[in-house]
């Protein structure tokens, strides 16, 4: 079973959209995390999770959203899609330091 | 600052030689140093972590050190291998579980 699994793999949409991606843990793990990569491969955090309660947002536009169902999900909606939002997108999980990542979303904003 | 300082970018070795990656950090309290791999399409996978307790690590061909009063810490790998190609990112563990990336360095190992 996929620890982190996040969908869709893939999404291409145009500017001005609102879009989705989801995210699930099977760890049982209490944060969860999502990471922006952008063409250069820079990791930048974006949000964290525990427990329902957001603990960090670097600076990310509001038209970003973390939703969390409950402990093992967190997804990420974004609003009003501009080209600069392009990049890969990583959910990940962890129980104390360490980090596990799901394989990515590589979102396109035609 | 902020950053965690990774080096070299780019790496490109020949099929069994070394490589050598080197981060350099700047809070003297972090305490815990991961390696992660990230394969082409892939998420970045831990490979191996070093806790500030201990100055070497091993791992089959992949070994850590970190030295805390420079506060540098290196990832080794030897007898490289094609599937070792990747971006390898150090990251520096900072309190409250705030992890800080480097920016990646890219190996390829060449047959």
């Known amino acids: 079973d996929t620890a982190v699994s996040q969908t869709p793999k893939y999404l291409v949409t145009q500017m001005g959209n609102d879009k989705s991606i989801k995210c699930e843990q099977n760890?049982?793990?209490?944060?969860m995390y999502w990471y922006k990569q952008d063409s250069k491969k820079f990791l930048k955090i974006m949000f964290s999770?525990?427990?329902?309660?957001?603990?960090i947002n670097e600076t990310v536009p509001n038209r970003f959203s973390p939703k969390s169902p409950d402990k093992a999900h967190l997804n990420l909606h974004i609003n009003s899609l501009e080209l600069g939002d392009s990049a890969v997108y990583f959910c990940?999980?962890?129980?104390?330091?360490?980090?596990?990542f799901g394989a990515g979303t590589r979102l396109s904003v035609l | 600052g902020e950053n965690v300082e990774q080096h070299p970018s780019t790496l490109s070795v020949q099929e069994g030689d070394s490589a050598v990656i080197k981060c350099t950090y700047s809070?003297?309290?972090?305490?815990?140093f991961p390696w992660y791999k990230q394969e082409l399409g892939k998420g970045p996978q831990l490979i191996i972590d070093?806790?500030?307790?201990?100055g070497e690590k091993k791992d089959q061909r992949i070994a850590v050190t970190l030295n805390k009063t420079a506060k540098h810490f290196s990832l080794h790998i030897t007898e490289t291998q094609p599937e070792d190609s990747a971006v390898y990112f150090c990251?520096?563990?900072?309190?409250?579980?705030?992890?800080?990336f480097g920016k990646g360095t890219k190996l390829s190992v060449k047959p």
């Open positions: 990940a999980s962890s129980q104390g330091q360490g980090r596990y």
């Open positions: 760890l049982g793990h209490d944060t």
């Open positions: 999770y525990n427990n329902k309660e957001l603990i």
């Open positions: 809070d003297s309290a972090s305490n815990y």
């Open positions: 070093i806790r500030s307790n201990v």
């Open positions: 990251a520096e563990g900072r309190s409250q579980g705030n992890l800080i």
